[in-house]
């Protein structure tokens, strides 16, 4: 899942990393993969938290919800944290790509000719395989 978000992080990064002058362009790479890891990890922490509610609002309504919210300060925070960019650089970054992967997220977790992300597939990386992931497998139903 995680090579599929970075994918995805790319391929909507343009002017909010790639073509930003505040992340040098040897930068993009890592700048696009820290994104990609700050998504993973709070969704992940949300399914570790039992917070399960605030991950099938987010695919239920296209991406939009208060998680988009805690992604976009989390992301921000990586940012300012590994590239040195100030509060409203990574402020800007994160509110201007992270609405717009959540929701190309939901879209092709939703699409069943898409096969790039699925529910069950999801909740399984998040999960960290069966355990937690497997029990949450029967979501998918919800989102079909």
Not at 34 to 47: G, M
Not at 50 to 59: A, E, P, R, V
Request: charged share 15%; aromatic share 4%.
């Amino acid at each position: 899942m995680l090579d599929n978000l970075i994918n995805l992080v790319k391929e909507h990064a343009g002017d909010a990393i790639i073509n930003n002058k505040a992340i040098p362009n040897e930068h993009n790479d890592a700048a696009i993969s820290s994104t990609a890891n700050s998504i993973f990890d709070t969704l992940k922490s949300q399914v570790a938290g039992g917070n399960l509610s605030s991950i099938t609002d987010m695919f239920s309504n296209n991406g939009n919800s208060a998680l988009s919210s805690n992604i976009s300060s989390n992301v921000a925070g990586d940012l300012m944290k590994k590239f040195g960019l100030d509060n409203t650089q990574a402020a800007g970054i994160a509110s201007s790509l992270i609405p717009t992967v959540m929701q190309s997220l939901a879209k092709k977790t939703n699409d069943p000719n898409d096969s790039s992300f699925d529910m069950q597939g999801i909740l399984s990386s998040l999960g960290g395989g069966g355990g937690l992931g497997g029990m949450l497998g029967g979501l998918t139903n919800l989102f079909k």
